[in-house]
């Protein structure tokens, strides 16, 4: 199979429980303060969008999960990583 | 309202609590003194205020031993910082914080929370946080792991203290393959504030309300003090909590809401939230004025829903302190919180009864002396001299460099000698205006007082010397904090310590303890200073190789310089001026850069002071530098005289040409004379005309001084016996110590 190109999302933030400063400004100077009320919380996080040249979705996947581990992409000591295949 | 506590899901939390991590001994104490069982809730409480990070239980008996006391002290240890009277009204308070076990596992926001967690112990005196400093130490430079660590924690202390208006003034660094796992991060805050308007971490008056304010209560943190106690295991990555999340916005707000309470004249008293949480913060405020407290927990703010008491009681959420004040200035205090938007509650008030009567609604779930629970009972430690040392004191001299010039320059570009500029440049550290002298000018960091006085800061410590021999080595660091300030034309007024450690039931481990606290006893005695506060930070080892760190004291002075006494840097200022050399040359090569980084070689004698010869010379260089004869100075402390010559050289931008054959010294070979670390030396620029003056001042006074050589347009010159013996040209020398802190972190993962 020729290798095809692959775009990929990287989604980190604070792990759930932990606290996030950036968000609750969001959410408490913006937002509530802007009248919407019906928001009850905000996260905030980094999106890095990812072009990959692989054989495969799994392929693409597994090796933007391999860089994020290896060079700190994150830190699992305080936070979630989630990765995306977006095509 | 009444809460179901025993119906409550258990969380893994409370079954991990359930379990006291205690000693028998300590349980045994407890059941005794209690004539009970204590429920879930207390023993909660007593495992996070009896952890090591709380109670100081190894080290207090020790402690005490260092002389605390100073004309010019007001307060001393037992509080959240010393307090020092610098004149007409204002005082100055100064401490220091690690957040090591965090850092080594975030160490971006373990860096930065360490920052926040000092800046709220200045704060809780009612002083302005106005300085920070950073003594750091990471495993080698060459290591990827440590490049990792380094990097993050310069960033996590740079972008807190900027977000916090707090200029980071100084600090040093250490590179050494024993800190690979566990990186020493520490941070020294520096206060001012006014003497009628401290604020004391005591809970004096029965009736006063209790505030808390800041932060919501969140799970975040809990068994922090424990987890800070318990040597770091690879399982600390999964620890959910362990790590804070850094929030210097909210703190900005605290400390801007806090002075304007104390400016207002309505805190009676305060103390900030740190290790142990709530626990500790009651439980000492109380203790200290032998009076007790009520709260009521179902009033805090949670971030989570279904908190138990004891996560409650324990939680180590940052942003957090606690305020005493008089019902009748309620309404002042409100408003100046709400002004600040900060959340707050209010959960209790000071009773008579000398207890800590912890409630959820009407229910009691928690009830003990808050005497009992602030004070452990003291651990007994064995102390037992390691073997390692009579290794360590054999070792044989290494070969003599072919190319002393070579070496020089090898040791120049060693990450423990060269620029820190990579770090101090990420740091603001002239916010505030207060800033006289930057990092990277002169031995110590200068910051202009209110009434015309400045306040010279400096922060040392040298865990080579301290392993080769903890007693002389520590000792060594006390002297260079010390002789950093004078060379800044300042006064010694007090030093706050800092002795991060491996396991204390280790003996050997317990020992190198011991030998710090009496070579900084013994030293501090000597000079008449006063130690006004510390910190103790013990299991420091490295989880997969179970070894500790190399012992660590950390001494961080402070020193006073009088109206219109002249600003001396380090930088060589005209060519033509003499080179004078202060104090004698020994073959004290131990720890030494030279041995480390040359030879790769531990071990050897360490350098040693002579506490008489000291003190004098300290005053009597001190008079000299008040007099406006000498246009620059530096002590000579690592790479020895050769190292201390070529860093004034390459920032003055001016060549030196020196006869080794007139530097005072008792050394038997050529390398050791270029690179002994010998205490109690300096190095001083003077016009010709003044030379004599101030040599003979020291003779007279039994201190070797001598004319030695001279500031040149030419590289730098080292002749002995009449021939050039090391020739170095400037650029390449000032490329060697600039450029190689940069250069290794540029190098790729």
Redesign the interface.
Request: aromatic fraction near 8%.
């Given at each position: 199979m020729s290798p095809a190109t692959f775009t990929l999302e990287v989604i980190v933030e604070?792990?759930p429980?932990?606290?996030?400063?950036e968000g609750e400004?969001i959410h408490h100077n913006l937002i509530l303060k802007g009248g919407y009320s019906q928001v009850t919380s905000v996260r905030a996080g980094k999106l890095l969008r990812m072009k990959v040249e692989a054989r495969s979705s799994e392929e693409a996947e597994q090796l933007v999960r391999k860089l994020c581990d290896d060079?700190?992409i994150y830190?699992?000591?305080?936070h979630i990583c989630q990765v995306r295949v977006l095509s | 309202m009444t809460r179901p506590i025993i119906e409550e899901r258990l969380s893994l939390t409370l079954v991990e609590v359930q379990k006291p991590n205690l000693t028998d001994e300590e349980v045994q104490y407890a059941i005794q003194t209690l004539q009970r069982e204590p429920n879930e809730v207390e023993w909660a409480m007593l495992e996070a205020q009896w952890s090591e990070h709380c109670s100081y239980k190894s080290s207090k008996p020790l402690l005490k031993q260092l002389p605390s006391k100073g004309t010019k002290v007001l307060v001393g240890p037992g509080f959240d910082a010393g307090v020092i009277d610098v004149g007409d009204g204002w005082v100055v308070t100064l401490h220091i914080e690690s957040h090591n076990h965090p850092s080594a596992?975030?160490p971006?926001?373990g860096a930065a929370t360490g920052v926040g967690g000092v800046v709220r112990d200045i704060l809780s005196l009612g002083s302005r946080p106005v300085a920070l400093l950073d003594p750091l130490r990471f495993g080698s430079i060459e290591s990827s792991h440590s490049r990792?660590l380094f990097d993050n924690v310069v960033r996590g202390i740079a972008d807190y203290g900027n977000c916090i208006g707090v200029p980071t003034v100084g600090g040093e660094v250490e590179f050494d393959p024993s800190f690979e796992r566990n990186c020493l991060v520490d941070v020294v805050c520096v206060g001012l504030g006014r003497k009628d308007k401290l604020v004391l971490g005591e809970a004096r008056n029965p009736g006063d309300l209790v505030y808390l304010v800041g932060?919501r209560t969140?799970?975040?943190g809990i068994r922090g003090a424990s987890f800070a106690s318990k040597t770091l295991a690879d399982k600390?990555?999964?620890e959910?909590?362990?790590?804070?999340?850094?929030?210097p916005?909210?703190k900005k707000l605290i400390i801007e809401a806090i002075l304007e309470a104390v400016e207002a004249n309505i805190l009676r008293g305060m103390k900030d939230l740190g290790g142990g949480g709530l626990t500790c913060g009651l439980a000492e405020i109380a203790a200290k004025a032998g009076t007790g407290i009520e709260v009521d927990l179902s009033k805090i703010q949670t971030?989570?829903p279904n908190m138990l008491p004891a996560e409650v009681m324990i939680s180590e959420?940052?942003e957090r302190m606690i305020l005493l004040i008089r019902e009748e200035d309620e309404r002042e205090l409100v408003n100046i919180l709400e002004k600040w938007e900060l959340s707050f509650a209010k959960i209790g008030h000071v009773t008579k009864d000398g207890l800590l009567t912890i409630r959820w609604g009407n229910e009691i779930v928690a009830k003990a002396p808050a005497k009992f629970v602030a004070e452990a009972p003291f651990a007994t430690r064995s102390a037992v001299r390691p073997r390692y040392l009579d290794v360590l004191a054999e070792v044989p001299e290494p070969a003599l460099p072919e190319d002393l010039g070579q070496t020089l320059i090898e040791l120049l570009s060693s990450p423990n000698i060269a620029s820190k500029e990579w770090i101090y440049r990420q740091y603001d550290h002239e916010v505030g205006i207060r800033t006289i002298i930057k990092p990277g000018q002169a031995d110590s960091a200068l910051l202009c007082l209110p009434n015309k006085r400045s306040l010279a800061l400096t922060t040392d410590g040298n865990s080579k010397q301290c392993y080769v021999d903890p007693y002389w080595g520590t000792m060594g660091v006390v002297s260079e904090a010390l002789c950093n300030l004078v060379a800044s034309g300042a006064e010694p007024v007090a030093v706050v310590d800092h002795l991060q450690y491996g396991d204390p039931g280790n003996p050997e481990v317990y020992w190198t303890f011991k030998e710090a606290i009496r070579a900084i006893s013994n030293y501090l005695k000597a000079l008449s200073v006063p130690c006004i506060g510390g910190k103790v930070s013990f299991y420091n080892e490295d989880s997969t190789s179970r070894k500790a760190i190399k012992p660590s004291p950390v001494i961080a002075a402070l020193g006073l310089v009088e109206p219109k006494t002249p600003r001396i840097l380090q930088a060589l200022r005209k060519e033509e001026n003499d080179l004078i050399v202060i104090g004698n040359t020994s073959d004290e090569m131990g720890g030494s850069e030279y041995y480390e980084h040359i030879h790769k070689l531990a071990g050897g004698r360490v350098p040693r002071v002579n506490l008489k010869k000291e003190r004098t010379l300290l005053r009597s260089l001190l008079r000299t530098l008040r007099s406006g004869r000498v246009e620059s100075i530096h002590d000579v402390s690592k790479g020895g005289l050769a190292v201390a010559l070529a860093e004034m050289s390459v920032q003055g931008r001016k060549g030196v040409t020196v006869d080794l054959d007139k530097v005072p010294n008792k050394t038997s070979r050529m390398d050791n004379l270029l690179f002994s670390e010998s205490r109690s030396r300096f190095i001083l620029e003077t016009k010709p005309m003044n030379t004599t003056r101030i040599v003979n001042s020291f003779k007279r006074l039994g201190i070797p001084a001598s004319k030695v050589g001279s500031v040149s347009d030419n590289g730098i010159e080292f002749l002995a016996k009449g021939q050039a013996m090391l020739t170095i040209p400037m650029a390449e020398a000032s490329r060697a110590w600039s450029e190689a802190i940069p250069a290794a972190m540029e190098a790729t993962?």
């Open positions: 604070n792990k429980l932990a606290r996030d400063p400004t060079l700190r830190n699992p000591a305080s | 596992i975030d971006y926001g990792w932060g969140g799970r975040d600390s990555d999964t959910r909590s362990a790590v804070q999340v850094p929030d916005f909210t971030r989570e959420s940052q993962i």
